[in-house]
């Protein structure tokens, strides 16, 4: 916060410490601005605010509760030691420093799986392909054919049932 001139002229003017022809200059300004009279008085009326709520404690000082003292020192000795203090200050680094090596093993993880999945291709380009419609249909038919082998070998249903494909019927066939 910046104080104009004025202000500070004003502030010192209250504390009296303008020379004898400056306070003269200023009372005169005073006289003939009614702004300035205005904020004079304003802060007159804070120093005696200020001066009465210094003078009114000094006369009748506030005295603490019964038991207050005791009852802060009961909370302070129910506050951890610096020891405990340092120790916890170690485990909690600790465990953020493990929160961030997993956290790069699984962005690693993650990057590693896509990468194996083909979403980066090798050739620079940054689409991301699809099979054709014929290679869908191929495997498709591949997982058709594999269920299918497994209901066909199991022809007296010993595996459990809700493992077991319903009979669904053959792609094409």
């Avoid at 003292?69 to 951890?80: D, H, I, K």
């Amino acid at each position: 916060m910046s104080f104009s001139n004025d202000d500070q002229q004003l502030q010192r003017y209250l504390d009296g410490e303008l020379s004898e022809t400056d306070a003269a200059a200023f009372a005169a300004r005073m006289l003939a601005d009614n702004d300035l009279r205005q904020r004079v008085d304003a802060m007159k009326q804070v120093q005696l605010g200020f001066a009465s709520v210094s003078e009114a404690s000094a006369a009748d000082p506030v005295a603490a509760p019964a038991g207050f003292t005791a009852g802060v020192l009961a909370e302070v000795r129910r506050l951890p030691s610096r020891e405990q203090m340092q120790q916890t200050g170690l485990s909690e680094g600790a465990i953020r420093l493990c929160r961030r090596l997993l956290l790069a093993a699984a962005i690693l993880l993650g990057m590693g799986l896509g990468w194996q999945s083909g979403l980066f291709s090798p050739n620079g380009s940054d689409r991301v392909e699809a099979a054709s419609p014929a290679e869908i249909e191929a495997e498709m038919q591949r997982l058709d054919d594999l269920a299918f082998e497994a209901v066909d070998s199991d022809p007296a249903g010993k595996s459990d049932p809700r493992t077991k494909p319903m009979g669904a019927p053959r792609r094409g066939k």
